[in-house]
């Protein structure tokens, strides 16, 4: 059965555990396919109810970076209290701007501010146009980001 990892181009199969070559589109929708996170194999099958194995993969490769981005924001800010606590201002500093940019970024990703990025590129420089689904769909996301923040903003 083919086991994937996470790399930095995607879930690729792992070439530890895996016999599937590198050219068969088929590998993520194969019945018995795993994913490998955090050093275990969860199989494609256990991830959800989602269509298939490709959404499968791709739920768990933004929950697992979404998860990534918030870690790294908390490891920031512990570091930026550390660096306080020792008299270490600008340290301090530096780390907290990266925790609050790294909590935003992830906020970003969240608010699928990506999905709405494409769709920007297409209606700016592609030759196809963005259907109507599509623009509601987007300006249904930026109207609940907004609110989002405006909430946030009153309330901080």
């Not at 070559?21 to 991830?47: M, Q, Y």
């Not at 930026?80 to 340290?91: P, Q, R």
């Not at 609050?100 to 699928?112: K, N, V």
Request: proline share 4%; net charge positive; hydrophobic share 35%.
């Amino acid at each position: 059965m083919p086991i994937l990892r996470a790399t930095n181009f995607g879930w690729v199969p792992d070439p530890v555990t895996s016999s599937i070559p590198h050219h068969r589109p088929d590998w993520f929708s194969s019945a018995g396919a795993f994913i490998r996170t955090a050093g275990s194999a969860v199989p494609l099958t256990e991830l959800g109810k989602e269509k298939n194995a490709c959404q499968a993969v791709s739920y768990r490769l933004k929950s697992l970076k979404k998860s990534m981005e918030i870690a790294k924001a908390g490891e920031s800010l512990k570091a930026a209290e550390h660096c306080y606590t020792e008299g270490l201002y600008n340290s301090s500093v530096s780390r907290a701007y990266y925790s609050m940019y790294q909590a935003a970024q992830a906020a970003l990703e969240a608010a699928d501010l990506n999905v709405v990025q494409d769709l920007r590129h297409t209606a700016d420089y592609r030759d196809s146009d963005v259907s109507k689904k599509q623009a509601t769909r987007a300006l249904a996301k930026a109207r609940g980001f907004v609110s989002q923040i405006k909430k946030g903003i009153s309330n901080g």
